[in-house]
């Protein structure tokens, strides 16, 4: 996970800098270990093995907040705001640079409609891009 962390790091200050010229200095994170099931499957969850991790919001370093509640753009056409533009850019490149294989954002379902989940499971789900379930 660290070594993805990392990863996923080169990501966020790449599309960071390439549309905002600014680096991002905080991550925001709800969620990591946590021994429980999926919410809507009866499989145990990815971060009941500490292979998962839940992030909400991302701060530039010239103050600008990010969060996926508010700036996630989830309709089917290109966002219209950088914003939207950047959060779709590093959920899709988390999974087509092959960084995690679990990448969920709100396309997925509401209760990722507040955060990426991204998690390291043994095999591959994309919910980064509209309607990929």
Not at 15 to 28: D, G
Not at 41 to 51: G, Q, R
Not at 68 to 92: K, M, T
Not at 112 to 127: E, T
Request: aromatic share 10%.
């Amino acid at each position: 996970m660290a070594l993805a962390l990392a990863s996923f790091e080169d990501i966020l200050q790449e599309e960071a800098n390439r549309r905002f010229q600014s680096l991002i200095t905080q991550i925001e994170q709800i969620g990591t270990y946590s021994c429980r099931a999926m919410a809507q499957y009866k499989l145990v969850s990815e971060h009941a093995y500490a292979n998962a991790i839940d992030l909400t919001r991302f701060t530039l370093k010239n103050g600008r907040t990010l969060t996926v509640l508010h700036d996630f753009d989830s309709g089917e056409a290109a966002p219209a705001r950088p914003e939207g533009a950047f959060l779709r850019a590093i959920s899709q490149r988390a999974d087509e640079d092959g960084v995690f294989s679990q990448v969920l954002t709100p396309f997925w379902d509401g209760l990722h409609k507040n955060h990426f989940h991204l998690a390291l499971a043994p095999y591959r789900v994309d919910g980064s891009h509209p309607h990929e379930r």
